[in-house]
C-alpha cells in the first residue's frame, strides 16, 4: 500500500505560516509532505528552503518523492523526531528559521496499512503501534507487561475512558491464558469490559485505549510539551508556528503554552507592575483555534477532530 495522508486543515495551516519566498520553513512531521509541498510553491528561486522531519521510514520515503522537483537545495528531509529538531537544525547550519508546522495526527497509511502493525482498531494485526520502526519496545509489551494499575493509569490519563479501570482489569485476567499479541484479541476484551448500552451510543469502544497505548508508547503529549518552547525559540522575528492537534490532550498543551509564552508574567495580580522579568515572546495568533471547513469535513471525515493554533514570534 502506497504511504497517503490528507493534509488536514492544509490551507489555513500554510496561510497561517505567512510564507516568505526567502525563508526558512520546518515541517516537523512530514508525512506524505502535503504541507511541505504547499510551502515549498511559495518560496523564491533563491534563498527559500524547507526542512522536512519525520521519525517514519515509510514518510520520508513517500516525502521524499513528493518533493523531489523542488530540488535538493531548497528541500532537506531529516529522519528524526521533532523533539531533536534544535540539534538537527544546528547540524545543517540552521540555527533560525521563519517557521515551523506541525501535524500530530496517524496518517492514514498508518491507520489502514496491517504491515504497520495497530494503530487502528478497525484492521487486525499485530499490537505494534510504532511510529519509529528502530524503536525496540511495542504496544504488545504495554498489553502484556504493565501492572493493572499502570494500564488503568494509561486508559485513564491518555484515553479519557471512564471505563479505564474495568478494562485494565479484563486486560490482564485475559493475558493469564496467553500473550495477548492482536488488535482483534485487544478489541474484543475491551468490548466485554464496557457496557453493550454504552457501546451502541459511545462509537467504537476500542477507540480511547487505543489512543491511550500509542501515546504512551511514542511518548507523545511528553515530547509536545517539552519541544513547544524550543519550537518558539528556533523562531526569528515575525516567524510562526502552527500546530494541528487532534485531542483534547494535545490541544490543553497546545493552548496553554502558547499563552504562557505570550505572557509569562508570574507576579501576583494585585502587583501595580511586572517585577518578576519574565519577557513575552510573541502573540497568539488564533484566540480560538481554527478548525475544518465543511467542504473538509465532507472529503476527509478523519479532520472532524483537527484544531489549528498559531504563535508569531516577536
Not at 525559540?233 to 496553554?256: M, Q, Y
Amino acid at each position: 500500500m502506497a504511504f497517503e495522508h490528507v493534509s488536514v486543515l492544509l490551507h489555513e495551516t500554510v496561510d497561517g505560516l505567512n510564507v516568505k519566498p526567502d525563508g526558512i520553513y520546518v515541517d516537523a512531521t512530514l508525512g506524505g509532505g502535503g504541507h511541505a509541498y504547499e510551502v515549498c510553491t511559495k518560496l523564491g528561486e533563491q534563498g527559500g528552503r524547507l526542512i522536512g522531519i519525520d521519525q517514519d521510514a515509510d514518510a520520508i520515503k513517500a516525502a521524499g518523492k513528493r518533493l523531489e522537483g523542488f530540488g535538493g537545495e531548497k528541500v532537506t528531509i531529516i529522519r528524526s523526531n521533532y523533539c531533536d529538531m534544535k540539534p538537527r537544525l544546528h547540524e545543517i547550519g540552521i540555527d533560525k528559521v521563519d517557521g515551523i508546522t506541525v501535524d500530530l495526527g496517524v496518517s492514514s497509511y498508518q491507520l489502514d496499512t496491517a504491515e504497520r502493525g495497530g494503530f487502528s482498531y478497525r484492521v487486525d494485526a499485530p499490537l505494534d503501534m510504532r511510529m519509529d520502526q528502530r524503536q525496540k519496545m511495542t504496544a504488545r509489551d504495554i498489553v502484556n507487561d504493565y501492572s493493572e494499575s499502570e494500564l488503568y493509569r494509561v486508559i485513564r490519563d491518555y484515553g479519557e475512558d471512564r471505563f479505564a479501570k474495568n478494562i485494565a482489569k479484563h486486560i490482564v485476567a485475559e493475558r493469564t491464558k496467553g500473550p495477548i499479541e492482536t488488535t482483534g484479541q485487544l478489541n474484543e476484551i475491551i468490548s466485554h469490559a464496557i457496557p453493550m448500552k454504552i457501546q451502541k451510543t459511545s462509537g467504537h469502544p476500542s477507540k480511547r485505549t487505543f489512543q491511550a497505548l500509542r501515546i504512551e508508547l511514542n511518548h507523545e503529549l511528553d515530547i509536545l510539551r517539552d519541544t513547544l518552547d524550543d519550537m518558539i525559540d528556533l523562531l526569528n522575528p515575525g516567524g510562526r508556528l502552527c500546530i494541528i492537534t487532534f485531542h483534547s490532550l494535545e490541544d490543553r498543551i497546545v493552548k496553554s503554552s502558547f499563552r504562557k509564552n505570550e505572557n509569562p508574567c508570574i507576579c501576583p495580580s494585585h502587583f501595580p507592575v511586572c517585577v518578576c522579568g519574565n519577557v513575552s515572546k510573541g502573540k497568539v495568533i488564533t484566540r480560538k483555534p481554527i478548525l475544518p471547513s465543511e467542504e473538509e469535513l465532507t472529503v476527509n471525515s478523519r479532520s472532524k477532530s483537527a484544531k489549528l493554533r498559531i504563535f508569531e514570534r516577536a
